[in-house]
C-alpha cells in the first residue's frame, strides 16, 4: 500500500455550530448526507452506501466543534475529521475537513468531499 497524504480542505457553511454538529456526530444527520445508512455502537460507526458497509471508530468528538473517525480496516495513524471553525468576529462558520489519501487519488478524495458537503449545505438549506 502506497503512503497516504494528509490534505485539508475549508467550506463556508452558513449554520450556527450546533445544528452543524448534529450532522456530523448523529446517524440521523449523518444519514441525512454523507451515506445511505448509518448505525452506532460502542463508538464505531457503520456507514452504508450502495448496500456496500464500512466501519470506523469514532476517536474524537468535541461538542459543537470537532469529530474525528479511523476507518477500522486502515492503519492507525490516518484519520478523517471534520472541525466547526467560527470566526469570533464576524461568527462565520466554516467546515474543515481533513482526510488522508494516496498521491493519485487526493484529487478524487477532494472531489467526493465537495460533493457530499455541497449536499450538506443543501440539506442545512445554508
Known amino acids: 500500500m502506497s503512503e497516504k497524504k494528509k490534505f485539508n480542505i475549508e ?11 448534529s450532522f456530523l456526530n448523529e446517524p440521523n444527520g449523518l444519514t441525512q448526507w454523507f451515506a445511505d445508512d448509518v ?11 450502495d448496500g ?10 468535541k461538542e459543537n466543534k470537532v469529530v474525528r473517525f479511523r476507518w477500522i ?7 478523517f475529521e471534520m472541525e466547526i471553525i467560527q470566526d469570533e468576529l464576524t461568527n462565520d462558520v466554516a467546515l474543515s475537513v481533513t482526510d488522508f489519501a494516496t498521491e493519485d487519488t487526493i484529487g ?3 472531489l467526493i468531499w465537495n460533493n457530499q458537503i455541497e449536499y450538506l449545505v443543501s440539506v442545512l438549506g445554508a
Not at 12 to 21: A, G, M, N, V
Not at 39 to 49: E, L, P
Not at 52 to 61: D, H, I, S, V
Open 11 to 21: 467550506y463556508e457553511i452558513k449554520s450556527s455550530p450546533r445544528i452543524l454538529y
Open 39 to 49: 448505525s452506532v455502537r460502542d463508538q464505531v460507526y457503520t456507514f452504508t452506501w
Open 108 to 110: 478524487e478524495r477532494k
Open 73 to 79: 480496516d486502515d492503519d492507525p495513524q490516518y484519520f
Open 52 to 61: 456496500e458497509q464500512q466501519t470506523a471508530k469514532l476517536l474524537n468528538a
